[in-house]
């Protein structure tokens, strides 16, 4: 009788505390994020407002290095291990992984409305349906001016509508009344140069939505870039020191007010408010114009959710909330972030930021994002852009330095594409 009673306690006694467990136990979500800047204590700050209004989930916050969002988060993915959502760069790289959270928010439309254009980017090819994730940070690429040098040459800014015509005479007028050694510098970058492309009709895909990257729209803008280095607008010997398709950036040169014009992107401007801050007026311009577009490129970096989560519902609820209006005014406001969310683009966001220049350039980039070219989102979602980016500024950097001509480097970049695509769908 006793040996039984006792058994009944301890069983009972086992079961009390699983029922005390079960009643303190909490869901917790991990998400792997990298930082720019303040954005990780500005995210923290709002997922402690949110785990104070849902005391059961816990929300851990794991900041990485931005090399293991590059190498090793995939390795983890591809291993099927992983963290609930993960703040990435490879948008349509990682997409085999991502969680479709449809189900699981609470108003899909709300999703479409507000981030449908990059959605997409987020998508496996012929998926138009899936809801995995939002915009953290978005980028547009976009030129800059030394407004000051404008001023002191006595040139008027060419006004909206300009195109890239317009201010290579603009900044060619500049520099020979400054003598500025520099009168137009371009990142030395396949993607800085597609958004220009396809303002002057570039199509980068044919009818079946394959990718072609030489047509006449993208001829006539690599044929500017190529003349411009030829007559001394552009620089031979920043694109020149390097080959294949490295990058180089102008930043050093347009804040040391070397460069009247600078085309680059919006993410610069937390660098030009710290390095240049008010030596002189660094003024962001809308993307000048061409016969099909004023368009810059996209990018950025999104939240995503990962199928390696065991609680999309719990997900689902954290996405809705991160994504709300209001928390995004929020976040964009205070890390200087473009928005990706067409609402905001198109109401404004209340920038924290007293500096006039840092604040007319984010207005500038988050009121282009609107207009930018169906086409340029259609590149940055394809899973083979860096190919086709690659391919355009290697061998357009051989013709402006006299290593082919142009017709052969446009050759050069047709064969590139197709063969290197090849290989990655061969798993070469």
């Not at 209004?53 to 190498?71: C, F, G, H, M, S």
């Not at 999703?111 to 995995?132: V, Y």
């Not at 978005?138 to 040459?153: D, I, R, S």
């Not at 899973?383 to 017709?407: C, H, K, P, Q, W």
Request: aromatic residues 10%; contains cysteine.
């Amino acid at each position: 009788m006793i040996s039984r009673l006792n058994r009944l306690l301890v069983l009972g006694t086992a079961a009390m505390g699983l029922m005390v467990g079960t009643a303190l136990a909490e869901t917790e979500l991990r998400i792997t994020w990298y930082n720019d800047g303040n954005e990780g204590e500005v995210m923290r700050g709002i997922l402690d407002r949110y785990e104070a209004v849902n005391p059961d989930v816990k929300v851990t916050l794991d900041v990485v290095p931005y090399k293991a969002i590059l190498e090793s988060l995939p390795v983890q993915l591809a291993a099927g291990e992983g963290p609930d959502m993960a703040r990435v760069t490879d948008l349509g790289g990682l997409s085999e992984h991502y969680l479709d959270l449809r189900p699981h928010v609470s108003d899909p439309a709300y999703w479409e409305t507000n981030f449908g254009p990059f959605l997409k980017w987020l998508r496996q090819p012929g998926d138009d349906s899936a809801i995995s994730g939002f915009m953290t940070q978005l980028t547009v690429t976009g030129p800059y001016v030394n407004k000051t040098l404008f001023e002191q040459a006595g040139v008027e800014l060419p006004g909206d509508g300009a195109t890239w015509d317009d201010w290579a005479v603009a900044v060619r007028e500049v520099a020979d009344k400054l003598e500025i050694p520099i009168p137009m510098a371009w990142d030395r970058s396949g993607h800085r140069v597609s958004g220009p492309a396809i303002s002057m009709g570039a199509k980068m895909f044919d009818a079946d939505g394959n990718p072609a990257l030489v047509d006449d729209g993208l001829k006539t803008m690599a044929g500017k870039l190529y003349d411009w280095h030829q007559d001394g607008t552009m620089p031979k010997e920043l694109w020149g020191s390097v080959s294949g398709s490295q990058y180089l950036g102008a930043n050093e040169d347009f804040a040391n007010a070397q460069v009247a014009m600078y085309m680059s992107g919006s993410w610069q401007i937390p660098q030009f408010a710290d390095k240049i801050g008010d030596a002189f007026d660094w003024w962001a311009v809308p993307a000048p114009c061409g016969p099909a577009a004023c368009t810059g490129m996209p990018g950025g970096a999104a939240l995503v959710a990962l199928k390696t989560s065991e609680h999309p519902e719990e997900v689902g609820k954290l996405m809705d909330f991160l994504s709300s209006e209001e928390v995004l005014n929020e976040f964009y406001g205070k890390t200087l972030f473009i928005p990706g969310h067409l609402g905001l683009a198109a109401n404004g966001v209340e920038f924290h930021t007293d500096d006039p220049r840092a604040k007319h350039a984010l207005e500038t980039f988050a009121a282009a994002v609107p207009g930018i070219s169906p086409t340029a989102f259609d590149l940055q979602g394809y899973v083979y852009n860096r190919v086709m980016f690659n391919a355009l500024i290697s061998r357009l950097g051989e013709a402006i330095v006299g290593e082919l001509t142009l017709d052969e480097a446009y050759d050069r970049m047709t064969q590139d594409v197709e063969q290197q695509i090849a290989e990655k769908e061969r798993g070469g």
